[in-house]
């Protein structure tokens, strides 16, 4: 009964910043993998961020790098994902993964995550 509860969606002008949090219930999350999705109409879910319980290991899509934050607080379970210089094709539904099961390495992939976030829809105007 792990759940993933995102927060701090919303919209944006083109060059805004938002930042998103995701927040594990039922359980402690401290080593486990977790990651930011996101899907725009008419395309495939594609991983944004990832990271590990090593906060400063992190990994990044190219499309965001430079611009878009991930980090985490073991302690709280929570996940975050600042997003800074917001452009119009960063619009979709943003979703937060986590693998419930420990382990020390990253997961790139939709599958490798058993836990997912409802979905929090950002939209940035130009």
């Known amino acids: 009964q792990v759940q993933l509860v995102e927060s701090g969606g919303g919209l944006v002008q083109a060059g805004g910043s938002l930042r998103l949090s995701c927040a594990a219930s039922?359980?402690?999350?401290?080593?486990?993998?977790m990651g930011w999705f996101r899907q725009a109409p008419g395309k495939e879910r594609e991983l944004v961020a990832a990271?590990?319980?090593?906060?400063?290991?992190?990994y990044y899509a190219d499309s965001v790098k430079g611009r878009f934050t991930i980090s985490r607080d073991n302690a709280k379970s929570t996940v975050y994902l600042q997003m800074n210089s917001l452009k119009p094709e960063d619009t979709a539904v943003y979703y937060c993964?986590?693998?419930?099961?420990?382990?020390?390495?990253?997961?790139?992939?939709?599958?490798?995550?058993?836990?997912w976030g409802q979905g929090t829809q950002v939209t940035v105007s130009s």
């Open positions: 993964a986590a693998d419930s099961r420990e382990y020390y390495g990253f997961h790139y992939r939709a599958w490798e995550y058993d836990c």
């Open positions: 039922g359980r402690t999350f401290s080593r486990n993998p």
């Open positions: 990271i590990i319980w090593i906060g400063t290991m992190t």
